[in-house]
């Protein structure tokens, strides 16, 4: 046993040294047109030993450490079954806590610096996009990789409709919306028959097609140089810029007579998104407990159970693949107001596979789980941005763990029972 | 009600059903019986749309429905149960039966949104009609258990109830005594004749236990390697010789 270890312990260490030193410690350097190959500074060679001896002495003691973690409280799921009492007071304490949470980010930004408001605006985008793709991975069980698709939809629509037809904010958001939920009603009824991982390779496809025809339709959409110019969102007509640019309008700060400041019209977008994320939550909330959302679910569990009963598959899917695809027009328009410029950059497959990694991340079909960990997939590269060049490994890492030590997620479904009253 | 007519069901080389015929009428309980790998479940599974038939046709109520998909004939009112019980594990008792219940329900988004009076008086009726059921089959008490922590035998019976609550007028049930203990099979035997006496459903039913098939069948099909064998009364099918060389081999 200990030799095996031993042994087991002495390889990871050579991999991780054979791995490591030729990615940390050796450097390519152009000088003129030849390129040449330097060693690395003491440093990050000892560096590297350091973790070399690390890994053996982790995997040397392996079993103890694992024993450890085991007995730590809270990395253990609670007991399986749970008084129904509890479970009532449970959920009314957590909408006291989430009624409390928004409440907070209502008034929080008037306190914070404009970067921090700025990037929370980007964290309820996420928040958005995760929750309407949860519906279609975490509650209808299908595999979707090309969600940006959707998102580009909503984007694009605002940024055109602008563009050519001088279209507000507030009529773009619905069009964006409505518009994404047409495509995903069109994609997705050829492809929904596809199961598991055909699906997602054809979703795949539609991602990537829908991002390269932005890129190449340069007469309608700029190509990759993308459209600029997009308008900030208007309170009932008034402009939040220093100059109104319309006619007719009339800017924020005259009419309540205070001085311009640029912050206004971070704080205004943060606060649409923020009512956007709290409008999606709540919908799909609800959406979870109507027939709809328990068709999603019992077609997940048993397809050939289900469609015994009645139910056609294929309105089943397209419906859950629909109303992601709805929000995701949602994001995309407040995404396209909120950078001013957008270009087909900002939709690449990485983006499809962070929303995916958060409803991963956060447990399937949890919504707090989705919300909690879209903020933290969104914040910690920002604080860590002196790792930046680590962030992927980082988050790799963080995947890794995940999956190994709690692959329900952060917050794992509790599912919303309907209860049979006067039972039990 | 019923009928099948030269039902064939080809799987590349092996013909699995041939040329069977069949028939249900209204308020009667027709049983298929067979060695294992008769062909019964295919024949069930041609019927109920989960495959195209070969060749043949299929009259429900004097409408052709062979080849239409599972979900629509099923909506005609002819529900199937299967040898292995398919519920919906995660999800509770009572959850079970509203699933059921999707094409009585007012499934209009907006309407559920907004929760009109319509989609709550819906929502109502499907779980007064889930909590009949269930009183029905002896389940109410596990009403808000997760499926898929009952017993088998709790869990046949929901497995019937899941089905009568979509108001079928053919139920069809695939081995349902599979897995019972004799008290549980007396206890589903008196459910299967009252859901025919009470609730005028016709049954079409695959089984291989033999006091059960005999006790309530008003008429029974045997299939043998695909085949029809013989068809009639349960005392003919009793008396019958092929019937007892197919099952007890040639003496």
Known sequence: MAAQNFRHALFCAIVTLIIAYPILGLNLEARGIDITLTGADTFTVVMVFIAAVVVFAFQLFRDGIMETFKSLPGLRSGGAHKEPMAENRRARIESWVITGIVVLALFWPFFVSRGSVDLATLVLIYVILALGLNVVVGLAGLLDLGYVAFYAVGAYTFALLSEYLGVSFWLALPIGALLAALFGLVLGFPVLRLRGDYLAIVTLGFGEIIRILLNNWTSLTGGPNGIGGIPDPTLFGMEFGRRVKEEGNVSFHETFGIAYAGEHKVIFLYLIALVLAVFTALVIRRFMRMPVGRAWEALREDEIAARSLGMSRTAVKLSAFTIGAFFAGFAGTVFASKQGFISPESFVFLESAIILAIVVLGGMGSQIGVILAAVAVTILPELAREFSEYRMLIFGAAMVLMMVWRPQGLMPMRRIHIELKGQE | MLEVKNLSMRFG?????????????????????????????????CISGFYKPSGGQILFEGKEIQG??????????????????????????????????????NTNLIAGLLKTPDYREREKKSLERARYWLDRVGLLDLANREAGNLAYGQQRRLEIARCMVTEPKLLMLDEPAAGLNPAETRELDQLIVSLKEDYNVSVLLIEHDMSLVMGISDRITVIN???????????????????????????
Do not use: W
Not at chain 2, 23 to 32: F, P
Not at chain 2, 225 to 251: F, M, T
């Open chain 2, 225 to 251: 390697q695909g085949r029809p064998l013989a068809s009639g009364k349960p005392e003919d099918i009793r008396e019958n010789e092929d019937v007892i060389k197919a099952y007890l081999g040639e003496a």
């Open chain 2, 68 to 105: 239409k998909p599972d979900f629509r004939i099923s909506r005609l009112g002819m529900v199937r149960t299967f040898q292995h019980v398919r519920l919906f594990g995660n999800m509770t008792v009572v959850e079970n039966l509203l699933v059921a219940q999707h094409r009585h329900l």
């Open chain 2, 13 to 45: 080389g092996l013909l699995a059903v041939d040329q069977v015929s069949l028939d249900v009428q209204e308020h009667e309980i027709v049983s298929i019986i067979g060695p294992n790998g008769a062909g019964k479940t295919t024949v069930f599974n």
